[in-house]
T-cell receptor, first 112, second 111 residues
Framework: NAGVTQTPKFQVLKTGQSMTLQCAQDMNHNSMYWYRQDPGMGLRLIYYSASEGTTDKGEVPNGYNVSRLNKREFSLRLESAAPSQTSVYFC???????????FGPGTRLTVT | KNQVEQSPQSLIILEGKNCTLQCNYTVSPFSNLRWYKQDTGRGPVSLTIMTFSENTKSNGRYTATLDADTKQSSLHITASQLSDSASYICVVSNSNYQLIWGAGTKLIIKP
């Protein structure tokens, strides 16, 4: 039982490049989330998926797109990376919105 | 405006001592309040989740309290250990499916 897994763990991009962050959970959870955490700051919600087939914007969605590929997988795409997107990205899942969330180990992204 | 404020911002205590972290919120309509522990470089881990009707909830050496009237919560850590060094984050959810995250309290336990 791996919980929530994220790939890659580290990534360096040049401004304007694109990439997709992958997230998968094996807990049969309905809800999945993408957060970013800047140094010394709290987590901010980028996008979430309340259930398979649905996605909604969070607090800071600009510059990102998401896909809920199936119940297990939720990916985050940066179409044209900017230095302001340098951050640690966490994926999380939960039984549904009312329940606790389980977090992955994070992806450390640097955009130069 | 929905807000969650935590205090202190940081705290240093000696191993074996107790401490209490505070969380004040202005979130409505209230659904539940959660405390997470985040070790440096890792994702948050849930400690407790409390609904409106719960005043106290324990998880080992961690005890959370909730006063829904004054919109305050506290997290008390008993007999601290070096492994308790982490950031502790208070999160409040409302009935509109929003989660409002506090900035966290950074706790350092010194031997």
């Amino acid at each position: 039982n791996a919980g929530v897994t994220q790939t890659p763990k580290f990534q360096v991009l040049k401004t304007g490049q694109s990439m997709t962050l992958q997230c998968a959970q094996d807990m049969n959870h309905n809800s999945m989330y993408w957060y970013r955490q800047d140094p010394g700051m709290g987590l901010r919600l980028i996008y979430y998926s309340a259930s398979e087939g649905t996605t909604d914007k969070g607090e800071v969605p600009n510059g990102y797109n998401v896909s809920r590929l199936n119940k297990r997988e939720f990916s985050l795409r940066l179409e044209s990376a900017a230095p302001s997107q340098t951050s640690v990205y966490f994926c999380a899942s939960g039984r549904d919105f009312s329940y606790e969330q389980y977090f992955g180990p994070g992806t450390r992204l640097t955009v130069t | 405006k929905n807000q969650v404020e935590q205090s202190p911002q940081s705290l240093i205590i000696l191993e074996g001592k107790n401490c209490t972290l505070q969380c004040n919120y202005t979130v409505s309509p209230f659904s539940n309040l959660r405390w997470y522990k985040q070790d440096t470089g890792r994702g948050p881990v849930s400690l407790t989740i409390m609904t409106f009707s719960e005043n106290t909830k324990s998880n080992g050496r961690y005890t959370a309290t909730l006063d829904a009237d004054t919109k305050q919560s506290s997290l008390h850590i008993t007999a601290s250990q070096l492994s308790d060094s982490a950031s502790y984050i208070c999160v409040v959810s409302n009935s509109n499916y929003q989660l409002i995250w506090g900035a966290g309290t950074k706790l350092i336990i010194k031997p």
